[in-house]
């Protein structure tokens, strides 16, 4: 079985995969210095600020290059298009992305932030829980409702599925399932600033 294969019965399987050392360093490293170089931000939160684009719009050059070499790489994607991303840079220490879904198809996660800024490797990564969002919930409910989030997911015993923090490492994840950050805590400073992309196919 080659690695597509793999990937793709991963995925069927469990509803995320995950792909290490996809990209090349230099290109991982450019990511992430224009990402905590960069002079503006798009949304600010408790513990990070976003950095936002779309089809129509890049902050830097290289997006679209990356992007297009995602697309044709994982057969997973071919049939879709990309929608919208961003980059969310966070704040030495703190909680990350709270729970919420994606009204994409799949979304791939890219982690560009070095192995050796971390400075706790049991927080940094990703949890995906086993339960997809209701179809009846809008969009507020399933993206933005952290109480209503943590309640169903309580309620329904969903089981978290925990992706450790890896420099250059792709998650791939169907948009449906709840997830969010297993917390924050990198060195201090801002080259040591955890960065992930994130890049929505519709």
């Known amino acids: ?5 793999i990937l793709e019965e991963s995925y069927r399987r469990d509803g995320y995969a ?3 050392d996809f990209l090349f360093t230099d290109v991982v490293d ?3 210095d224009l990402a905590v170089n960069y002079e503006g931000m798009d949304d600010r939160y408790d513990d990070y600020h976003s950095i936002n684009f779309t089809n129509e719009k890049f902050p830097f050059e290289i997006l679209p290059d990356v992007i297009n070499a995602i697309h044709v790489t994982f057969p997973l994607l071919h049939p879709l298009e990309f929608d919208r991303g961003w980059a969310f840079v966070c704040d030495s220490q703190g909680s990350g992305v709270t729970p ?10 890219l982690w560009v932030t070095k192995n050796e800024c971390v ?3 049991t927080k940094n990564g990703l949890i995906i829980y086993d339960k997809q969002r209701p179809d ?19 309620e329904s015993d969903a089981k978290a599925r925990y992706i450790p923090y890896n420099y250059n490492r792709i998650v791939m994840f169907d948009s449906k399932y709840f997830h969010k ?15 992930n992309y994130t890049f929505m196919f519709k």
Not at 100 to 109: G, K, L
Not at 136 to 154: E, R, T
Not at 181 to 195: E, F, W
Request: glycine letters at 6%.
């Open 1 to 5: 079985m080659n690695s597509s294969n």
């Open 18 to 20: 995950i792909v290490d």
């Open 30 to 32: 450019q990511l992430h």
């Open 100 to 109: 919420h879904a994606d009204p994409a198809s799949i979304n791939v996660n």
């Open 119 to 121: 400075d706790d490797f």
């Open 136 to 154: 009846d919930w809008a969009y507020d409910q399933y993206n933005s409702d952290v109480v209503g989030i943590k309640n169903y997911l309580k």
């Open 181 to 195: 950050t297993n917390g924050v805590s990198m060195i201090d400073g801002k080259q040591n600033r955890r960065v």
